[in-house]
């Protein structure tokens, strides 16, 4: 019933709360204009997500009056999740208000992703994928117990790093499209709260439910037409809240890795297409593979449920299929899928491009 309470009255909030940050964008002036990588019509607020932020706190709330966490440990890392949330929430507003150049930004993240360290949020074990041990154990930097793999811990803290950084940019670059981003997050904040409560987590499956339920209150005012936009300060809150809630329990790793695939290949193939043109890999631009669908004529909502379609399906594959390795295979098909498509409309623009 603490579920229910606390995912209906997060959905409660942002309902409430999105008009009141629509209105709050206008009077700052901090709008979207038409124009860059967006092709939307008139000017946008872009203050969504901090609705988004203030119902899932409304939820948070609700969480340690109702069932606040028993386990030192938990408590300590989902107090991590929260003071990381404001931090990034706090930098992202900034950059909207002020629009921040890349580094400023990186640092931003980095802080964020430093404090989820501080609050022993890292990635430091995972299940063994292969069929054996071998290759864990002829590399120093591992080391295996039963089917666990175990990193090395400035390993484990570097990698988190990357983690972190690295979702909060998914997510500000899959925010490109109304209902894109928020539609993906919160299918795969449900996927993480049903990971924690098989797992027997009382108090953490209430972190994503709160945000699933912030999110379903927002889409209605998001998806396309959208009326107002998440902004800095919500892509990195989405991102930040991916990268950590995907930690706080086993297996949600695997799950954050097949619900949100293609947009970290997507994100992957454009840092690399960028640095091969000598340009900035941290500035956006239209060639994402959403962004391309769009420009091939597709409609909007037809990409975006799309989206939601393989997040779904592959969220399923996360939490029905019990073999590692087959789920690294379903991850390498899907990523070979997504490449082989960038891959081919990358060569037809190159075609019409060259055509007189």
């Known amino acids: 019933m603490v579920y229910l309470i606390v995912t209906l009255a997060s959905a409660a909030a942002a309902l409430v709360m999105t008009p009141l ?6 009077r700052l002036g901090i709008l979207a204009e038409p124009g860059g990588r967006r092709q939307h019509a008139g000017r946008i607020p872009k203050l969504g997500g901090l609705a ?44 909207d208000r002020y629009d921040f150049p890349p580094g400023a930004q990186f640092l931003i993240q980095l802080l964020g992703a430093l404090i989820a360290i501080g609050h022993i949020i890292f990635i430091e074990v995972f299940t063994n994928p292969l069929p054996s041990a ?20 400035p390993l484990a803290l570097l990698f988190t790093v990357f983690w972190v950084i690295g979702m909060i940019n998914a997510i500000n670059f899959l925010d490109g499209l109304d209902g894109l981003a928020a539609g993906v997050c919160l299918i795969a904040a449900a996927f993480f709260a049903y990971h924690s ?16 339920g912030a999110l379903l209150g927002f ?26 809630l995907s930690i706080l329990s086993p297996a949600k790793l ?7 695939a293609v947009p970290i290949i997507d994100v992957a193939w454009q840092i690399m297409s960028r640095v091969r043109q000598g340009r900035h890999p941290m500035r956006g631009d239209r060639g994402h593979l959403h962004f391309r669908l769009s420009d091939r004529g597709l ?8 989206y939601y379609a393989v997040a779904i399906l592959f969220g399923l594959i996360a939490i029905l299929v019990a073999s590692p390795l087959l789920k690294v295979a379903m991850l390498v098909g899907l990523a070979a899928g997504v490449l082989a498509l ?13 055509a007189p």
């Not at 071998?134 to 811990?153: K, Y």
């Not at 409560?197 to 699933?212: D, I």
């Not at 409609?299 to 799309?306: A, D, E, F, H, Q």
């Open 342 to 354: 960038m891959m081919r409309l990358s060569r037809r623009e190159g075609n019409s491009r060259k």
């Open 134 to 153: 071998a290759l864990w154990e002829a590399i120093p930097l591992f080391r295996v117990e039963g089917g666990l793999v175990w990193l090395w811990r």
């Open 299 to 306: 409609p909007t909502p037809y990409i975006v449920l799309g």
């Open 197 to 212: 409560y098989r797992l027997g987590q009382e108090t953490v499956p209430l972190f994503p439910l709160a945000l699933a």
């Open 21 to 26: 940050a629509r209105r709050l964008s206008f």
């Open 52 to 95: 988004v932020f203030a119902a899932w706190l409304a939820g948070i709330g609700l969480t340690y009056w109702l069932l606040p966490p028993v386990n030192p440990q938990d408590a300590l890392r989902l107090r991590g999740v929260l003071l990381g949330s404001l931090v990034v929430i706090a930098g992202g507003f900034l950059d």
């Open 254 to 260: 695997s799950t954050a890795l097949l619900v949100m």
């Open 219 to 244: 889409l209605p005012f998001n998806f396309s037409p959208a009326r107002v936009f998440l902004g800095s300060a919500g892509a990195y809150f989405l991102g930040y809240q991916m990268a950590t």
